[in-house]
């Protein structure tokens, strides 16, 4: 008979997760009855965005899930030491590290402040890389071990790389960093695949950076994305890592839409898989 709630018991650390994708990934996670350690700075409401990692905690314990909220930041390495630790000594392990926690400037190169262009490489990149690493001896102990990075397929084109040189340097290392652990780890399986999504997503960083009411219209819901995720957890780990992979509508008739439908498929450097809004 079909499990028809895979993750329930499963333990996943994420960094971020006080809102957006994160937090929705997180939802349908703690659905099921997972348990959802969150690795995120955000202690005390922000002025401009909703959510802190207290009220993303008590949404998902309203979920079904359990909760463990670590106020931390990706950027420190005992930060990210003690995130791990702490997770595996509230729920016994770890069985999916979820790369959530990203920084976005679209600024072009001479307008990017190099201040801003080192906390994307130390968010995006070296984040990714030190919570999958510090994550990974305890990875190795679960039956289904996942490492998912939210970041998009590899694609150096003019259209898409010098767009914003800065930014997409950072994603397409969040890309590196999760293919090269495929790769690495294969044999010990553990499972790593990148996760983007086709179309916008309605975030408060879409509002706030790309074009506020007029992109949010025309933004998808962070649902489809926590659905595409959840198909990708939820996945034999030995049989399916090192893809890069789109968030993807395979169900759409009608003008009405089954979130239910959205699935992750294997992506390809294409420029038709990147929103055309990172391209205005």
């Given at each position: 008979m079909t499990d028809t709630k895979p993750l329930a018991g499963k333990t996943i650390l994420m960094s971020g997760g006080s809102r957006g994708i994160g937090l929705a990934i997180a939802l349908r996670a703690a659905a099921d009855g997972a348990n959802v350690a969150l690795l995120a700075k955000t202690d005390t409401p922000h002025p401009k965005?909703?959510?802190?990692?207290?009220?993303?905690?008590?949404?998902?314990?309203?979920?079904?899930?359990?909760?463990?909220?670590i106020v931390g930041d990706v950027r420190e390495d005992d930060d990210i030491?003690?995130?791990?630790?702490?997770?595996?000594?509230?729920?016994?392990?770890?069985?999916?590290?979820?790369?959530?926690?990203s920084v976005i400037d679209l600024s072009g190169s001479l307008d990017l402040p190099a201040k801003k262009y080192d906390l994307m490489q130390d968010v995006n990149v070296r984040g990714t890389f030190l919570l999958s690493r510090a994550a990974i001896p305890i990875l190795k102990d679960s039956p289904n071990p996942h490492i998912l990075s939210l970041s998009p397929p590899l694609n150096p084109t003019p259209r898409w790389l010098g767009a914003h040189t800065g930014y997409s340097l950072a994603k397409f290392g969040m890309t590196m960093v999760t293919l090269g652990?495929?790769?690495?780890?294969?044999?010990?399986?553990?499972?790593?695949?990148?996760?983007?999504?086709?179309?916008?997503?309605?975030?408060?960083?879409?509002?706030?950076?790309l074009g506020g009411d007029r992109v949010m219209a025309a933004s998808r819901t962070p649902e489809i994305y926590a659905d595409a995720a959840y198909a990708v957890l939820t996945k034999p780990a030995l049989e399916y890592t090192g893809q890069s992979l789109i968030v993807e509508d395979v169900l759409e008739a009608d003008g009405v839409t089954d979130f239910s439908a959205y699935a992750a498929v294997p992506g390809t450097p294409d420029d038709r898989l990147y929103p055309d809004i990172f391209l205005d």
């Open positions: 965005l909703e959510g802190t990692i207290h009220t993303a905690a008590e949404q998902i314990r309203a979920a079904g899930g359990r909760a463990l909220p030491t003690e995130a791990v630790l702490k997770t595996q000594g509230e729920f016994g392990g770890i069985d999916a590290v979820i790369n959530n926690a652990l495929a790769a690495e780890f294969a044999e010990a399986g553990i499972a790593a695949n990148t996760l983007w999504p086709r179309t916008t997503i309605a975030t408060a960083a879409v509002q706030n950076l």
